[in-house]
């Protein structure tokens, strides 16, 4: 990314930044994360969103380490779900590079059934800034 992206939050698991074109990138950290952590991460991207008017985010998942159980199910059961995000997410998630990381990024996705969040996996940035940019900003 060569622009210039202005930072909105940071704690050990990743760092949040907003996009001029109206969208957050939300950036994993490598490392094993606490789940206090995790959820206040996610929770801090769900008020940038809110906070903006954003339905897009970019999600570079590549240095991340594989979801714990309890992470992915908190995932699916707060982050994913219509109830915490209150309208349409779409997310362009470029994948781990940790093979075990994809893997349980797989396992989230097939637990997610009726997700606020509409998101494609990708392995390259290039990739999930071109769908990103295909969507039309809330």
Do not use: C
């Not at 789940?35 to 903006?52: E, I, K, N, P």
């Not at 637990?111 to 999930?128: I, M, V």
Request: charged fraction near 25%; charge should be negative; hydrophobic fraction near 40%.
């Amino acid at each position: 990314m060569s622009l210039s992206l202005r930072l909105y939050f940071e704690n050990p698991v990743g760092r949040i930044l907003e996009h001029p074109d109206g969208y957050a990138v939300v950036q994993y950290h490598a490392g094993k994360r606490e789940l206090d952590y995790l959820q206040a991460f996610l929770r801090h991207t769900g008020q940038l969103l809110q906070l903006r008017g954003w339905n897009r985010l970019l999600g570079d998942q590549r240095q991340m380490s594989p979801y714990t159980e309890e992470e992915g199910q908190w995932i699916v059961d707060y982050w994913l779900s219509h109830q915490n995000q209150g309208r349409e997410v779409y997310g362009a998630v470029i994948l781990p590079e940790d093979e075990f990381a994809r893997l349980s990024v797989d396992l989230v996705e097939q637990e997610a059934k009726a997700a606020a969040l509409t998101y494609r996996l990708f392995k390259n940035e290039a990739d999930a800034l071109v769908w990103l940019r295909q969507i039309p900003a809330a």
